[in-house]
């Protein structure tokens, strides 16, 4: 065994064993709600930052500062600025109401039950996207240490995962968020420090834009391979896409009251402002010290240019221990995707939607099969994914979340004149604009056909599918009023 | 559920929430809070949003060099201060939530029960 094999274990097990000790497994909403009664602001403030926090956008951003420079900052930015918009937007107004799923905000406001599979079927890709960019970074971390060829790593943990959607369902306690929070944030803080040491130059050279673009030469003038429209269309998505993501709030109710709840917030938004201002002095740190990209490029895309900054100011030992926290963190949030992405389909809508007699299906089952078929879809398109960088496909997943069950929930909670045939026909031409918009695109369309050429020349179609989404609620709502004696919209 | 809202099915509590509904100040109150939402939701997205368009639609102007002396293009600077500005923007909301708003909503709340 290697070194950096010896350090990645000694690392990684005894955190996992943590991790998992710690996750008393919680089976209701009740008791979830229940254990972080105790909690003050500022401890849940700190859970609240353990979810949030993606090593996706850690490894994804500081990629893409070294590669394209230029939009590795949007992605910074707009990772961030969804955040405060959730807690005006949503928190405080679900608190309110007193429902804290899509599902139940839809069922309050209308009454055709379709609605609510629209939006259960609208997490479907977010989820299995999201879960495929985690599988990606996961793979080629283990790839890093151990050496051994990525589609063996990748099934290695699509049987990992399987057995996580078959075995049931385990709740990362808020203790465990915590140390998850607190260790990523220092390991963030003393290799940004360690490098800064390193690369021994003040702070106004650091981000010098010679330096900066002789790593990343303008082309034709441009700065960014994508269009202006298309980068736009990236940060729409990254806005809108948190507020409808299928778990972010679920900790924000899980404390005592509303003053609490804003409090955890707050703090919140600073530990996860500090992250990604940490991200952006890692990511130029990187164009420092690493130089130019072709020195560094590998197979894995711009994926592992953290690991190698590592390598390069700590040696094997930092490299293996960042590696084994990122794993963890990785793997936490896989666990949390399968159970929660596949619980809004079974529970949400299946249990408690579908009317009481004719349900034919168990719904442990049901359960099971919708977390393994999407662990099956992640693992595919994590093998199409390889060389893709990891924030992209979270930008890719935040695009259908920005397009169907944003303006779903949004529209529920805002907008009276949305009636129940708006919300669907609406919610539906989000979903199938983005799926076209995505599979004739260059992630797939793109990778698939080798050319690179694609029908569709946006990487991300927030934009355009979100545009055609909002269209047809309003037009609909509008004009078409087949019968009001169903009392078509509020109940 | 706030405490304001959060009722059991009693007489007592529906005639205390229909007391409280009805109530003028309350009324006024539930507004001036969704106004002040309103109007911190539309400068938080104003900011983003003018970030945003700049960015897509000039990069020239943030790649322009801070100083002669200082290399540092604009666009860290102002990535930097966006994220502050939101926290602090954050920060604002969450002490008008909960000091004067909730302290008036405890005001009246206290006048319907009386």
């Known amino acids: 065994m290697s070194n950096t094999a010896l350090y990645f274990v000694l690392t990684a097990l005894p955190l996992m064993i943590l991790m998992i000790w710690s996750a008393n497994r919680i089976r209701t909403a009740a008791e979830f709600y229940a254990a972080g009664r105790e909690y003050g602001g500022l401890r849940n403030g700190l859970a609240i930052t353990g979810d949030y926090l993606s090593a996706a956008s850690l490894l994804g951003i500081t990629g893409l500062i070294l590669f394209s420079g230029y939009s590795g900052l949007l992605y910074a930015v707009g990772f961030f600025s969804g955040w405060p918009i959730i807690l005006i937007l949503l928190a405080d107004k679900l608190r309110t109401i007193g429902h804290f799923t899509l599902a139940d905000v839809l069922k309050s406001r209308f009454s055709d039950p379709r609605i609510v599979l629209v939006a259960t079927l609208g997490y479907f890709p977010v989820v299995v996207i999201y879960l495929s960019a985690q599988l990606v970074a996961m793979t080629w971390l283990l790839n890093y240490i151990f050496g051994v060829k990525y589609e063996i790593v990748l099934a290695g943990l699509t049987g990992v995962a399987l057995v996580t959607a078959l075995t049931g369902r385990m709740i990362f306690s808020s203790r465990a968020q915590m140390i998850k929070a607190g260790l990523v944030m220092t390991l963030m803080l003393s290799m940004t420090l360690l490098a800064f040491d390193r690369a021994s130059s003040s702070l106004s050279e650091l981000f010098s834009i010679d330096i900066w673009f002789a790593s990343n030469p303008p082309v034709n003038g441009a700065v960014s391979e994508d269009s202006p429209l298309a980068l736009f269309s990236l940060g729409i998505a990254l806005i809108l896409g948190p507020v409808g993501l299928p778990h972010v709030m679920s900790r924000f109710f899980s404390v005592a009251d509303e003053r609490r709840a804003r409090m955890s917030v707050f703090y919140a938004t600073g530990m996860i402002g500090i992250f990604y201002i940490l991200i952006i002095l890692l990511g130029f740190l990187t164009v420092h010290l690493l130089g130019q990209p072709e020195a560094s490029v590998t197979a894995a895309g711009s994926n592992l240019v953290l690991v190698r900054l590592a390598e390069l100011i700590g040696g094997e030992f930092l490299a293996a221990v960042l590696v084994a926290i990122l794993v963890v963190v990785l793997f936490s949030v896989m666990t949390s995707l399968i159970l929660t992405g596949s619980s809004a389909f079974s529970h949400d809508w299946y249990a408690r939607t579908v009317i009481g007699g004719s349900k034919r299906w168990n719904e442990r089952h049901l359960h099971r099969l919708a977390s393994s078929v999407t662990v099956v879809f992640a693992a595919s398109l994590a093998l199409l994914w390889q060389t893709e960088n990891v924030a992209n496909l979270v930008g890719l997943a935040f695009a259908f979340s920005a397009s169907v069950n944003v303006p779903l929930l949004l529209g529920a909670l805002y907008c009276d004149r949305l009636t129940s045939a708006g919300a669907l026909s609406g919610g539906l031409a989000g979903l199938s604009a983005t799926l076209i918009a995505v599979i004739t695109g260059p992630l797939i369309w793109g990778n698939l056909s080798g050319s690179g050429e694609s029908f569709f020349s946006w990487r991300h179609p927030a934009l355009f599918s979100l545009s055609v989404a909002v269209l047809v609620m309003w037009f609909v709502s509008r004009w078409y009023h087949p019968s009001r004696r169903e009392g078509d919209s509020d109940k | ?114």
């Open chain 2, 1 to 114: 559920m706030p405490s304001h809202l959060n009722f059991s099915q009693n007489s007592n509590a529906k005639e205390y929430r229909a007391k409280l509904l009805i109530h003028p100040e309350y009324q006024r109150l539930r507004v001036r809070i969704r106004q002040y939402r309103a109007s911190v939701a539309v400068v938080l997205l104003t900011c983003y949003l003018s970030f945003l368009f700049v960015f897509v639609s000039f990069p020239q102007v943030l790649l322009q060099p801070v100083s002669a002396q200082n290399p540092t293009p604009w666009l860290i600077p102002a990535a930097i201060m966006l994220i502050l500005f939101q926290f602090l923007v954050t920060g604002v909301y969450v002490k008008q939530m909960n000091t004067v708003f909730d302290d008036e909503l405890e005001r009246i709340r206290q006048d319907v029960e009386v």
